[in-house]
């Protein structure tokens, strides 16, 4: 297993648009052991596989405390959604930023396990977020992007001046 580099915003390759995984092999399955290494060690509950620049249809997620609780979504599809909540959202590719953002409340979602096996679940709450949040990325949207112009001008600002200082 490997730590893998998070891109970060405003890099292009976050909008990059992920392809249909083929087919679920070993590397697959390496990738995301991989990925949930990068995403433990980060630390975070979400990441997606543009993050890491790879553009497949992948992304892995784990809200549990003990952090035991990997769940993976292979070629996702947002089935059904309802209701709607303000939810306070962070992203690995954004660090250190914290922006409130209008979800879904409830969500269905199909997916392929990282067996290749298809599953369907109903998520609410925190999952439901963190679900849309991550599809978000395979379509090539990272979260800032729902917030007005001046918030998102200030965020590229406060990042491109964290860069500065760390050089």
């Not at 001046?150 to 965020?155: A, D, E, G, W, Y």
């Amino acid at each position: 297993m490997a730590l893998l580099n998070i891109l970060h915003y405003p890099d292009e390759r976050l909008h990059k648009i992920a392809k249909p995984v083929i087919e679920v092999t070993e590397k697959t399955r390496s990738l995301i052991k991989d990925m949930a290494e990068t995403m433990y060690a980060a630390p975070g509950v979400g990441l997606a596989a543009t993050q890491v620049n790879v553009h497949e249809q992948i992304f892995i997620a784990d809200i549990s405390e003990e952090h035991n609780q990997l769940q993976v979504f292979i070629n996702p599809k947002l089935i059904s959604s309802s209701g709607e909540e303000e939810c306070e959202e962070g992203c690995l590719s954004v660090p250190g930023v914290y922006e409130t953002v209008k979800r879904c409340e409830r969500i269905i979602v199909e997916a392929l396990d990282k067996n290749g096996k298809p599953f369907r679940l109903e998520a609410d709450g925190f999952l439901a977020v963190c679900i849309q949040h991550e599809m978000d990325h395979l379509k090539g949207k990272v979260f800032v992007e729902y917030l007005s112009s001046l918030k998102q001008s200030r965020i590229r600002a406060k990042i491109k001046k964290r860069q500065r200082e760390t050089l």
